[in-house]
């Protein structure tokens, strides 16, 4: 009997995988992109840099969790439980505030659909206090074994589907596979924490780039070929090792099969963190010193209250006046704050003059150098900062409405990583007069 339950487990996984397609495989990946910025709806500038030390959260920091709604107590539970170990190794707190709480740093989905992912770091400022910035999909923490053997009393051998299991679970609830949970929630929450793909090392895979292998990243992830080659293959020189060597015990490893390697390697996941992991965290975030040793020049953005872009006929120009708060690390930043004009179908407009000309596209900018350790309100009490776009470099529009695109990107010259992206926003479409 026993026997037959272990190759009808094996069975079921085999075919769920086969079903489903896209999401609800039981055993997920991980979709989480390196750097969503890259893949927000206009930002397409090839060299954004993944995510790394530039969005880790400053040492020290307790960061506010809550979640969505959706999720029974005891999931929650061993969400909070194994999210808090890293905090054994690292100097951050977690600290899980009711649903209801307004502002938050990390918000949690538990529900079906969405994969596993995590906003990386600081990124997650990029979205709005009504979004998630972390998604479980819980049927891939369900008991299997268990909900597997309630079928086959009832005397269906299968083939099951997703949907089987989920009406089991519907009267028999919180029968979760902890191991699988553990190691998901563990490594979600090291992205959360600025932590990427530890299979993204430089050199330490032999990717197979096989039109068959792009297939497997379209089917499980949804991932166009941009998306895997900045993903999986080709982030050898954007990635911060902090010093560290290849560690495949990582939790942030993804499972590797041999038919995605040209040498055949192959690795199975991890489900503890790794002596590296811990090593790593600590680096990152001290518990005995004020900052990391690895400390990258960083901004952070906060109380982004406004965008206010005014067509002034008197100046013939958009007069783009943001509102936020700016914080510098202990090191110096060149800051870049651009805006940036984009059409009602999302594409920028593209530009080739000399003048307001950002990457080739419409818009102004302004350089910047900040002191360290700067507190500086933009806007706030008093008008004291713009950027201006005359009519006359804004092509024809013929009667179409514009937005404006906020962005602003740090060059830390000193370590040749360029065009940071730290933050972006958008005003809403309006008309603009002209000639
Ligand atoms: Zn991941």
Redesign the pocket.
């Known amino acids: 009997m026993k026997r037959y339950l272990v190759l009808s487990i094996a069975g079921l996984i085999g075919t769920l995988t086969l079903f489903g397609q896209k999401r609800n495989i039981p055993k997920a990946g991980?979709s989480?992109v390196l750097s969503e910025a890259m893949f927000a709806k206009k930002d397409t500038v090839k060299d954004r840099g993944v995510a790394d030390n530039y969005h880790t959260w400053e040492n020290g920091v307790t960061l506010r969790v809550k979640f969505m709604p959706g999720g029974g107590k005891m999931i929650r539970e061993k969400v909070m439980q194994n999210a808090r170990e890293w905090e054994m190794h690292g100097n951050v707190k977690l600290q899980f505030v009711p649903d209801n709480e307004p502002v938050t740093d990390i918000r949690i989905k538990l529900g079906q659909g969405l994969g596993?992912?995590s906003a990386v770091g600081t990124e997650a400022k990029f979205r709005s206090q009504n979004e998630q910035t972390m998604n479980f999909d819980t049927i891939s923490f369900a008991d299997f074994r268990h909900y597997l053997g309630k079928l086959q009393k009832k005397g269906n051998y299968g083939p099951y589907t997703t949907r089987d299991v989920e009406k089991e679970m519907q009267t028999d609830p919180d029968r979760w596979d902890l191991k699988e949970l553990r190691r998901v929630v563990m490594?979600?929450f090291g992205?959360a924490l600025g932590l990427l793909?530890e299979q993204s090392f430089p050199g330490a895979i032999k990717w197979n780039r096989s039109d068959s292998a792009y297939q497997y990243y379209l089917e499980t992830q949804g991932w166009n070929r941009a998306k895997v080659d900045f993903n999986v293959f080709e982030v050898a020189e954007q990635f911060y090792t902090n010093g560290t060597a290849y560690d495949p015990k990582s939790i942030?490893h993804y499972s590797v099969e041999p038919w995605q390697t040209t040498d055949g390697f192959s690795l199975k996941d991890n489900y503890e963190l790794s002596y590296g992991d811990k090593g790593l965290i600590a680096a990152l975030y001290p518990k005995d010193r004020k900052e990391s040793v690895n400390l990258v020049p960083k901004i952070t953005i906060s109380n982004f209250t406004k965008l206010t872009v005014t067509a002034n006929t008197t100046r013939k120009g958009l007069v783009i006046q943001p509102s936020f708060d700016l914080k510098t690390n202990a090191k110096l930043g060149e800051v870049y704050f651009v805006a940036r004009l984009f059409t009602t179908d999302d594409k920028y407009i593209s530009t080739s003059g000399l003048f307001y000309n950002w990457a080739g596209s419409v818009g102004t900018y302004k350089k910047v150098n900040l002191l360290p350790n700067t507190k500086i309100s933009y806007n706030k009490l008093k008008k004291n900062f713009e950027l201006f776009l005359p009519f006359d470099y804004i092509p024809a529009l013929n009667g179409e409405q514009v937005g404006v695109e906020f962005t602003v990107y740090l060059n830390d010259v000193a370590n040749s990583q360029m065009n940071k992206l730290m933050y972006f926003s958008s005003s809403a479409p309006m008309s603009i007069p002209q000639r």
Do not use: R
């Open positions: 991980c989480t596993h992912n490594h979600e992205h793909h942030m």
